[in-house]
């Protein structure tokens, strides 16, 4: 591929639902790269599973958990909009409850979320004594799992999202086994929904290439945004084939290698995977070196 001179400003496509687009396109414009956003899913809560996640944030019902893991930021957005404003939501306890969280996601579980989740005034001692918050090196499901240890057949609260109008990709099903496989007792909520956002949503990129323009990259950070774009390619007349033809060097890149398994399965070459997946910074560094033809370090 033909490396693009640093003075250009090569247009990269992403397709991230709306609550992450913000953040990712400002990462790109900090790297002089154009950002395309062509959203091919949405993930947002409804009162159906807001109602679930209260249930069990109930006094009774957490009592009866050791952890919560969350394996996306919006897992952790989801569980703080359904929390309860009432004093002593997490009751009394002998052992340090533990949130468990993926790299920069663990930024929300913040003061103001911990005071929400224990109920526990101002003065600070569930925050102190009470919650611990694991952070796992590696920043995926699985780093999770590592992070949780043995679970001596202890409980986990597993906010996880409910998919409409796109197949469950197997990471879900792959985390929550493996929680089991280490001694765990997952309990799955649907916590929010991840929804396709139609038969038009690839149109973007569709009509940048009818009307002559170019897309030299595209970002993946989920396999289900992959999904949702081949479903609309194949409803307007387009193909994955067809994409790779109209842009011969274009840069295929998956933020981590979960999004890249998911990527390759459903017949999308990746081309750059993300090294450092705790964060949005890594992908678009990855990115920006492989236009511009250097080395990332």
């Keep these: 591929m033909t490396t693009i001179p640093t003075t250009a400003s090569p ?15 400002h990462f790109l414009a900090l790297k002089s790269l154009t950002p395309l956003w062509c959203p091919t899913i949405t993930t947002q809560t409804t009162p159906e599973t807001l ?21 996306s930021r919006t897992a952790i ?12 939501l997490l009751p009394p306890r002998d052992d340090i409850f533990i949130l468990a969280a993926l790299g920069k996601d663990a930024e929300l579980l913040d003061r103001n979320f911990l005071l929400k989740f224990c109920g526990g005034g101002d003065d600070g001692n569930c925050i102190d004594s009470r919650v611990r918050i694991l952070v796992p090196e590696v920043a995926s499901p699985s780093g999770l799992v590592k992070a949780l240890g043995d679970g001596r057949g202890r409980k986990v609260l597993c906010p996880v999202p409910r998919v409409v109008g796109l197949e469950e990709p197997p990471v879900v099903p792959n ?63 387009w193909d994955w084939k067809m994409v790779r033809r109209r842009w011969p060097g274009l840069v295929v890149a998956a933020h981590g290698p979960v999004t890249a398994e ?36």
């Design 11 to 25: 247009a990269v496509a992403f397709t991230t639902p709306p609550n992450y687009a913000a953040r990712l396109s």
């Design 51 to 71: 109602s679930s996640l209260s249930l069990h944030l109930s006094p009774p019902s957490l009592s009866l958990l050791s952890a919560i893991a969350f394996p």
């Design 77 to 88: 957005s989801a569980l703080s909009a359904a929390l309860s404003s009432s004093t002593h």
């Design 175 to 237: 985390f929550l086994g493996e929680l089991e496989a280490t001694g765990w007792v997952p309990i799955r909520v649907d916590a929010y929904e991840t929804r396709w956002l139609g038969p038009t949503c690839a149109e973007g990129i569709v009509r940048r290439s009818e009307e002559g323009g170019m897309v030299d990259a595209i970002v993946f950070t989920s396999s289900g945004e992959v999904e949702g774009l081949l479903k609309s390619l194949k409803e307007l007349g």
């Design 262 to 297: 998911g990527a390759e399965r459903l017949g999308v070459d990746v081309d750059v995977v993300s090294g450092r997946f705790e964060s949005f910074h890594g992908v678009v560094d990855a990115v920006n070196s492989k236009l511009r033809g250097f080395e990332l370090r």
